[in-house]
C-alpha cells in the first residue's frame, strides 16, 4: 500500500471555528502561535506537503475570516480555499462541503472522490495514517481513527452518582482524521436532522445514520491528540521544536583548533550546516541568504557563530562598544525570523579547562537550537 | 465547607508502580524530574501541605523501592510510608490498603476514616477539591472525579467497524482523585474476585459491586488529567514553572539611576526580593543565605546580578579573567539547586536607547525567571 495507490481526487475539510473556550485563552488555540506561526499554519502544511491532497477547505469563524486569509498569503499556503462557518461544529463542516457541491454556477470547486475531515487543532497527523484512513474510506465508505481510552467512562444517575462504569477494552475513543466517499457523508449531511446539527459532533454517526455505512475503524498513534487545554501549548511547542532539523552553525578562526571544534560540534549535535572563518560580514552575508531563499518562511532559522579566541583578547564581532555591532545585527535578522547568538570559547593548553569548555559550548549550542528563543539573540555566550 | 470540617482521620494512597510505557521513556513518568525534581515528589508535596491530612502511603514497584526511599528522604517528606505494589493497579492500591489493617501485631499505622486513592502522575489536584472529596466520602461512603469526554467513545464490531457511538452529554471520563470510607474500598478489595484484580482498573466499580456503595461523582477542573504521555512531561514543565514565584534579584550600585531601575523592574516583574549595591562577596553571601534556610530544597531560586554600568567600562564581576568569578560562583551555586545570572544594562543618556535597554533587561529577567535553565547560569547577559 503506497501512495500510487490514491489515483483519485482527495480533499480535505478542516473545521477551524472554535472558539477554544477550554483552552482559557483570548486566541482560539488554532490561531495560537509557536515559533511566529500560527498553529493552523503547521496543520495547513502537514496536508500541503502530500502531493495526493488536492485541496484543503479551511472553515472559520465569520470574525476570523481576513485574519485567515491573511495567514494563508503569509506563510505561502497554496491548496487553501477558506469558507465561514455556522454555528456548530456540523454546521462548518457542511459548509465546507458545499464548496465541491452544484451551485446555479456548476461546481465551484471539483468534486474529490474522498474527503478527509481533520481538526485544525491536530497538527501532528502524518501522511501514512492519512494514507490508511483514505484508502479505508475509498473501499469501505467510511473510516475514523481510533484511540485506547485513557481514562474509564462512566455512566451517571440524574442525581449525579455512578450507575455503572465501562468495560475500558470494548471502547475506543473516536478522533480525527476521518475519511469518506464524498457522496455518502454529502447526503447524510443533506439528510440528518436539526437537532444532529445543533447538538452532535460525531460525523461517523452520520455516515451511519443517514447514508447506512459502518466506519472502518484504524488505531491511530498517540500523535493524534488534540489541543485542548491550555497545558496543551505547551506540549505542541516542544513537539514542534522537536521535530525541528538542527540549523547553521559557524566557526570563526580557520586555524587548525578551530577545525577540529567545529568537527566535534558537528559529530554531537548533527548540524545541519557549517562553514568557517566567519567575520562580522560573513554572517551578513549568511543572514542575507537565508532571507532570499525563503528559508525562515515557516520556521526560525538558527545561527550560532562559535567564536574561538586564542586568548583573552576581544574579537572582531565582540568589541565593547555601543551599541555592540553583532545585537543590531541580531535584531534586523529576528525580523526575518533568523535567530542569530554568539558563543565565545576561549582556548586553552591546559586539556581539562579546554574539555570543560567544549563540553559547554556543546550544551549551550545544543540549548540554544532546541529551545529558539528570541529573547536571546545577539547575546555573546560564554562557553 | 471548609477544611475545619474534616475532624477525622484522612490518608492517601498513591499508587505509583506503573512503569510508563506510554511515555515512550525509559524512565516510568512519576519518576522524570521537572527542575531537577521527580515528578512523584511534586505530588506527594501538595498532599504534606494539607494539614488534614495524615499519612501518604505510597506504592511503588519492587525495583523502584529504594529510588523512592531516597526521594523521601532528599526532599525531607515526612508523611509518607513507602509500600512495595503488585502486578496490577488493583493489587498495588490494596497492597496500600493494608499497611492500615490488622496484622499479628495489630495496625501498623491508625487506620483512617477516609482514604483517598490519587495517581502518583497527576500532581496538579487543589487542596479545595481534595476537601470536596474527602468530605462527600465521609459523606456517601465513596466518592470520585469526573470530566467531561474529549472525544466521542464509541463502541466497535469485532471486525473493527464503528458499531454505534455513545451520547457524549450521558458519559464522563472518571478520573482521580477519589474518596473512601476506608471500610467500604478494604472490604471491596478483599471481597473482589481475581478476575478484578487483573483486568479491572475502577475503585469506584468495586465499592458498588462488592461494598453496594454508589459513588457521588463530582466535577473537578482540568488541572487534575494524568502525565500519560510524553508531551505531557512538556505540560506538566510548563505548569510547573508557571506556578512559581519570582525569585531574587540584585541591582549593583547604589546610585539615583540603580535605584530607579530596580523599582521600575518590581513593579513590571513583581519579583520577590531585591536588595541594591551587589559586589560579588555580597552575591557570595546572599547564595549561602539561601542555602542555609533550604529555599532551594524543592525548588531552584533564581538570583539574577543585575549590573549597571555608568560606561563601557567592565565592573567588578565581570573582568575578562580567565576563569570568570561569577562562572565559578555560578557552578558552586547550581549544584545548591540555586540559579545565578548576570544581566549587563550600561547606562545612556539617551532617552531612546536607555528605554531600550530597559524593556530588554525586562525581557531577558523575566525569560530568565521563568525558564530556570541551568545552562545559562554564569553567563553575563547584555540588555
Known sequence: MGRDDVDFPVAVVLPAAGTGERTGLQTPKQFCTFLSRPLISFTIETFERIPWINCIVVVVARESHDLMLHIVQQFHHTKVKVVKGGTTRHRSIFNGLQVFSESAEGPVIPRPKVVIIHDAVRPFVEED???KITLAAEEQGASGAIRPLVSTVIATTSKGFLDHSLERTKYRASEMPQGFLYDIIYQAYQRCSESDFEFGTECLHLALQYSGTSAKLIEGPPTLWKVTYKRDLAAAESIIKETLSLSACLISG????????S?????SLELHHMT?????????????????TQHALLYPVVIICVNLCMSNEASDIQKN???APIMDLSMKAKERNILL???QIIYSKVPELWERSV????EITEYLIRDRNPVLTGQILRA
Chains 1, 2 share one sequence.
Open 129 to 131: 495514517f492519512l494514507l
Open 341 to 343: 547568538y554568539c558563543v
Open 263 to 267: 568537527s566535534r560540534l558537528q559529530k
Open 359 to 362: 563540553a559547554r559550548l556543546t
Open 254 to 261: 580557520a586555524m587548525a583548533e578551530a577545525v577540529e571544534l
Open 276 to 292: 568557517s572563518s566567519a567575520s562580522l560580514s560573513e554572517i551578513e552575508e549568511m543572514v542575507t541568504g537565508f532571507e532570499e
Open 321 to 323: 562598544d555601543e551599541p
